[in-house]
């Protein structure tokens, strides 16, 4: 059987600005804090076969260059509850970008990367799971007012080593 690794796509939160939302998720107690950095994701964990790489790689070089840098705004804090326990920061932009980002979204969901979509799609920085509903509405309002600003240049590939821990394996300039 052929060698498998686990995959996910995504828009790394830049740096200037991972201090402050891990600061955010320590808060929180985030249990994913130290191994899976703050990021928008475009493609769920997915299994690519070994010999698919490659492809999975073309996939998202091409998929970049097809889109321009994206300017984006962070904040609020929100949550998905009652469905799923969690705190993130919406995503929101120009109408004209959130298109791209879809845009961007649905082009990686082919090939090796293909895989089914269990939820809507809904762009955000996930900054704490499984937190009770009283820390949820503690969170949601206490950073009511967070707001920031980025711009996004470039797609990540991470892939899950040991202990869960995620680390970026590749990238690719959005270009447009």
Request: one cysteine or more; charged letters at 20%.
């Amino acid at each position: 059987m052929a060698a498998r690794h686990r995959l996910g796509v995504v828009l790394l939160v830049p740096d200037g600005l991972v201090a402050g939302i891990d600061g955010i998720r320590l808060a929180l107690g985030d249990d994913a804090l130290g191994r899976i950095p703050p990021h928008i994701t475009l493609v769920p964990p997915v299994n690519v076969r070994e010999d698919d790489l490659a492809q999975a790689f073309d996939l998202v070089h091409a998929a970049a260059g097809a889109c321009p840098p994206l300017p984006l705004r962070l904040g609020p804090v929100a949550t998905f509850a009652p469905v799923n326990p969690v705190a993130y920061l919406a995503v929101s932009g120009e109408p004209g970008d959130l298109v791209r980002l879809v845009a961007l979204k649905d082009a990686l969901h082919a090939g090796p990367l293909d895989r089914p979509e269990d939820h809507e799609f809904v762009p955000h920085v996930t900054v704490a799971t499984e937190l009770r509903d009283d820390r949820l509405a503690g969170a949601v309002a206490a950073l009511a007012d967070y707001r920031a600003e980025i711009t996004v240049e470039r797609v990540h590939v991470l892939a899950e080593q040991p202990g869960r821990v995620w680390i970026p394996v590749a990238d690719a300039a959005l270009r447009g």
